[in-house]
């Protein structure tokens, strides 16, 4: 089957609403130069989606817009939580969820992953569903176990429509943002895995049309050793992402 490429760029906690808008219009700008089919995401601060999604609606540029969390309740007294709704009246039709910096800093536990996910589906929002292994499991050589752990519980008791959606990034803590990066056969072995596990639950059509991202400190020159392999559909981008050069070179790298 024939996936459609995707780069995502996870802006994390960076750009006011004003510098979001500009990059925005950059990448937009930079982007009229490539010609392919790829899927262009990107997912601001909360406080920079309006901006970003004016800028994207009234210049008709060809990026989706995703957020970088959510809360998996409809409403409610729910303090500084952001609903689902809130999202999608944005135009958000992608949401990060379980990203390993909220696993880490906010505790997250694969159930509140999978709660995301169901509420992101729930609200008509396609999850792009994180996971990977801190360094101590890597070498231990129990990798595939530990995220095979982890897709197995944040993507249970979905609809095999909405397993077929999901987006899941392979993104291996030991290589945010530090430089250090798997061979691209090693990350290919881990997203084979994710889809047989996927297979597994919901069926080998689902697991063949859902896509596995890549990510951990992807740039423009190791994105196409990545992008070769066979099971890796694309790439969520963190700090190469808050550079309209570097994020479309990345993004022309998956229409090769």
């Known amino acids: 089957m024939d996936r459609r490429m995707m780069v995502a760029g996870n802006w994390k906690m960076y750009t006011?609403?004003?510098?979001?808008?500009?990059?925005?219009?950059?990448?937009?700008?930079?982007?009229?130069?490539?010609?392919?089919?790829?899927?262009v995401v990107v997912c601001p601060p909360f406080t920079g989606?309006?901006?970003?999604?004016?800028?994207?609606e009234y210049d008709r540029v060809p990026i989706a817009l995703g957020a970088q969390d959510v809360f998996w309740e409809r409403e409610g007294?729910?303090?500084?939580?952001?609903?689902?709704?809130?999202?999608?009246?944005?135009?958000?039709?992608?949401?990060?969820?379980?990203?390993?910096?909220?696993?880490?800093?906010?505790?997250?536990?694969?159930?509140?992953?999978?709660?995301?996910?169901?509420?992101?589906?729930?609200s008509g929002m396609t999850p792009i569903m994180c996971v990977g292994e801190p360094l101590a499991i890597r070498e231990s050589g129990e990798t595939e176990r530990f995220v095979r752990d982890q897709v197995l519980a944040g993507a249970a008791g979905l609809e095999t429509d909405d397993a077929a959606r999901l987006?899941?990034?392979?993104?291996?803590?030991?290589?945010?943002?530090?430089?250090?990066?798997?061979?691209?056969?090693?990350?290919?072995?881990?997203?084979?895995?994710?889809?047989?596990?996927?297979?597994?639950?919901?069926?080998?059509?689902a697991a063949m049309q859902m896509r596995v991202l890549y990510g951990g400190s992807v740039k423009p020159e190791n994105a196409a050793h990545f992008f070769r392999e066979p099971d890796v559909d694309g790439a969520l981008v963190g700090g190469a992402s808050l550079k309209a050069g570097s994020f479309v070179e990345i993004v022309k790298a998956a229409t090769r």
């Open 16 to 39: 006011t609403s004003a510098e979001g808008a500009v990059l925005v219009q950059d990448m937009a700008r930079e982007l009229e130069a490539v010609h392919g089919d790829v899927e």
């Open 167 to 205: 987006v899941v990034a392979y993104e291996p803590i030991w290589a945010i943002g530090t430089g250090r990066t798997p061979t691209p056969e090693s990350a290919n072995d881990v997203a084979r895995s994710i889809r047989a596990t996927i297979g597994a639950m919901y069926g080998p059509p």
């Open 49 to 56: 989606l309006k901006a970003v999604s004016t800028v994207i």
């Open 77 to 122: 007294a729910f303090t500084g939580e952001i609903a689902p709704g809130m999202l999608t009246h944005l135009g958000c039709t992608y949401v990060i969820v379980g990203h390993s910096e909220r696993r880490e800093h906010f505790n997250e536990t694969d159930e509140i992953v999978n709660r995301k996910v169901k509420a992101a589906f729930a």
